[in-house]
């Protein structure tokens, strides 16, 4: 079977008031595992697979947490979503080097945050089709005076100042 996506789900950050509440909804339902939790950051982990080494679901205490993870299948499709929502003016962040890989971070039309990765070479290979590719090339950035950090981190990462 050809697989023509470009995008996958990789995770999902809910808001709860209840975080253990819901952490057992998820747990007796879904048969979710704990796989980790930060009191001082509201956070609850959750997996599918018991010794999964990435989380579905996080529950979060403070609303502005709310999220959705997103894989891109490439570099190239990376790249072309930045530049879609750069053309449409839609404040974005980065490309930067995160967890998992390459990401970008914009805002749905409601305010709540997506962060689109391609998981890079310092990735594990779990993820399949949307496992790694050669190296990055950042040229599509152009060039410019970083505005902020993450654009300094970028340009750092790049081997540019």
């Known amino acids: 079977m050809n697989d023509d996506r470009h995008f996958r789900l990789g995770s999902a950050a809910l808001y709860a008031r209840d ?3 819901l ?3 998820y747990q007796t339902m ?3 595992k704990l796989v980790g939790s930060d009191e001082s950051w509201e956070t609850s982990l959750l997996a599918f697979e018991r010794n999964a080494v990435h989380y579905d679901l996080s529950i979060v205490g403070d ?3 709310v ?3 997103v ?3 490439s570099l190239a499709v990376l790249k072309e979503l930045w530049h879609k929502v750069n053309a449409r003016g839609i404040p974005i962040r980065g490309p930067y080097r995160g967890s998992h890989g390459v990401s970008i971070q914009f805002n749905d039309p409601e305010g709540n945050r997506i962060e689109v990765t391609w998981p890079d070479e310092f990735t594990d290979q779990a993820l399949g089709p949307y496992a790694p590719e ?3 090339e950042w040229s599509w950035l152009g060039e410019g005076r970083p505005n902020n950090s993450y654009e300094l981190q ?3 990462f790049e081997g540019g100042r």
């Open 154 to 156: 970028q340009r750092r």
């Open 23 to 25: 952490i057992t909804f």
């Open 63 to 65: 609303p502005r947490s």
């Open 30 to 32: 879904f048969d979710m």
């Open 134 to 136: 050669p190296a990055v």
């Open 19 to 21: 975080r253990e509440r």
């Open 71 to 73: 894989y891109a299948s």
């Open 67 to 69: 999220q959705m993870g």
